[in-house]
């Protein structure tokens, strides 16, 4: 089963907004990741975020990690229309297993002009 | 310079047939893996080896048959195929162990589609 559920499915904006996509998860982690993937394309590593960090800053993108709550939220400031594709949420299994990646459901994010 | 690259890009191929998807990385990585995306953008784990080990079989039909000559490959190979296999296969890699917690590489993606 999907270990993480996104909100919302899809967003439109427009340009030069921010958007926030948020992930909750069922079970314990040791990091969690952001993917882009563009229409018809593989996926793109955006930013790891481990269990005992609360934030991270990658340019334009800021995570935010609630293990308490079992969430995380990406925030893309100042979108662009190149922003426009899927976001996932991807965490890693708890300490002690084979090291996998469980995806969510993905947020589908439109950008216009 | 493509850090996982698979081939073909698209199969297009009739049912029970068999065929056979390749992934190549360069980032000497010890862990790569395949998922399975659906036509709902569900990405869902089906194998994972590590060095050339499989550590990870998630519940998938032994028509699927992973297979690592080294490191730096991993093969998959599907016999009978079935209408339900029509999906995006997607290879990773990245420096495994138990905690994990390393970044991810993904291939481009191989379009299966079953007739």
């Known amino acids: 089963s999907q270990q993480g559920e996104e909100d919302p499915q899809a967003l439109s904006i427009q340009e030069g907004e921010n958007a926030t996509m948020n992930c909750s998860y069922k079970?314990?982690?040791?990091?969690l990741q952001w993917y882009r993937q563009n229409s018809g394309r593989g996926l793109v590593h955006l930013i790891l975020?481990?269990?005992?960090?609360r934030e991270k800053h990658s340019g334009r993108l800021r995570v935010t990690l609630d293990t308490s709550k079992k969430s995380s939220s990406l925030l893309i400031t100042a979108s662009r229309a190149a922003d426009t594709a899927s976001y996932f949420c991807?965490?890693?299994?708890?300490?002690?297993?084979?090291?996998?990646?469980?995806f969510g459901t993905g947020t589908r994010l439109q950008v216009t002009l | 310079d493509t850090a996982v690259s698979q081939t073909p890009k698209y199969l297009v191929t009739q049912m029970g047939n068999d065929k056979s998807i390749k992934c190549e990385q360069n980032l000497g990585h010890d862990t790569m893996y395949w998922y399975k995306q659906d036509s709902k953008k569900f990405l869902k784990i089906m194998f994972s080896y590590n060095n050339k080990e499989l550590i990870i079989n998630e519940t998938v039909p032994n028509r699927f048959s992973p297979k690592s000559p080294d490191k730096a490959h991993l093969n998959l190979h599907i016999n009978s195929l079935e209408l339900g296999d029509s999906a995006v296969y997607f290879c990773a890699s990245t420096m495994g162990g138990i905690l994990g917690g390393a970044r991810w590489f993904f291939g481009p993606g191989t379009r299966l589609t079953v007739l």
């Open positions: 079970t314990s982690i040791n990091n």
């Open positions: 975020i481990r269990s005992n960090e």
């Open positions: 991807a965490t890693g299994g708890p300490d002690g297993t084979a090291s996998k990646l469980t």
